[in-house]
Nanobody
């Protein structure tokens, strides 16, 4: 069974940067849409960004201009570069394969003020 493994979360001060990484063990990564979501305790899991197989990206309004999603099909990996982090970006960040609808286990991002 394919799985996603996220890494790169941590604690950072407001205004700082982090880069999240998600490795997909599936065999169809290069043809799958991939996405990042985030969720705070007690809240819904919200869309952050997605990327198509040909590299077209979409973003939630509150991260546009600060976050950038990218992919490396040779490594079955999708990235989320997060710049200008704000305390309200504090969440667990999840990777999702939109083609086969499976999730990673999540990685915690905490932004201190």
């Amino acid at each position: 069974q394919a799985q996603l493994v996220e890494s790169g979360g941590g604690l950072v001060q407001a205004g700082g940067s982090l880069k999240l990484t998600c490795v997909d063990s599936g065999s169809s990564f290069s043809t799958d849409y991939m996405a990042w979501y985030r969720q705070a305790p007690g809240n819904h899991r919200d869309f952050v960004a997605s990327i198509s197989p040909d590299g077209r990206a979409s973003y939630a309004d509150d991260v546009k201009g600060r976050f950038a999603i990218s992919r490396d099909d040779a490594k079955n990996t999708v990235y989320l570069q997060m710049n200008g982090l704000k305390p309200e970006d504090t969440n667990i960040y999840y990777c999702r394969n939109l083609g086969h609808l499976y999730w990673g286990q999540g990685t915690q991002v905490t932004v201190s003020s």
